[in-house]
Every structure is written in C-alpha cells, then in structure tokens.
C-alpha cells in the first residue's frame, strides 16, 4: 500500500508557474504507475497526467498539453507536475494518484492523496 502526501500548490498569477510534488511512502514505489487528477467545485474529477512504471510513457489530457509535464525521481520517492502558463481555467484541487491500471486511454489509480488546491488568477 501507498501513502500519498501533495504540497506546492497556491495562488499564482495567470501565465505563471507552480511545480506540484506527491511524497510517497511504501515498498515498491518503482512499480506503481502515478500520475495526477484536479476538480474544481461542483465539477468531475478530471485526468491530468499520468507517468507509467518507473522508465514507462507520459500521457496528458489535451487542455494540459504543452504547458504541463510529468515527472518522477525514484530516488526520493516522489512524483512531480510542472505547471507553466497557468490560465484561470487551470483552478482546482490536485490530487496525486497511484497504482492501478492505466488503459492506454485512461488511469484507474488505486491510492490517492489529499490534494492540494491551486488557484490562478486573472
């Protein structure tokens, strides 16, 4: 089983950037597909970014494109998400995730974190 702890979040201005980290405590952390789910108020918890195995493929949801990316040090057993030209759209709670399959089209996490909120302003 995985633990899952965010930090990074907080208030930045339109066309800024944050870099989100998932400490994560647990055997086997190498092994775990992790990636990274936001939702805003009233609205679904949407896929963001997912990093598979340690060494596997990154895969982003078209809004994030370009302007996010995923990343890993196995070493610290952590997981990041850069986040450059931030629009307002971007405001949400960040939730890091782990385990689970990834589909090809989609990430089923098995564990996740408490989240941490980001919020861009304009």
């Known amino acids: 089983q995985v633990q899952l702890v965010e930090s990074g979040g907080g208030l930045v201005q339109a066309g800024g950037s944050l870099r989100l980290s998932c400490a994560a405590s647990g055997r086997n952390f190498r092994a775990y597909t992790m990636g990274w789910f936001r939702q805003a108020p009233g609205k679904e918890r949407d896929f963001v970014a997912v990093h598979t195995r340690s060494g596997g493929s990154t895969y982003y949801a078209d809004s994030v494109k370009g302007r996010f990316a995923i990343s890993r040090d196995n070493a610290k057993n952590t997981v990041y998400l850069q986040m450059n030209s931030l629009k307002p759209e971007d405001t949400a709670v960040y939730y890091c995730?782990?385990?689970?399959?990834?589909?090809?089209?989609?990430?089923?996490?098995?564990?996740w974190g408490q989240g941490t909120q980001v919020t861009v302003s304009s």
């Open positions: 995730a782990a385990g689970g399959p990834w589909s090809g089209t989609y990430y089923t996490p098995d564990y």
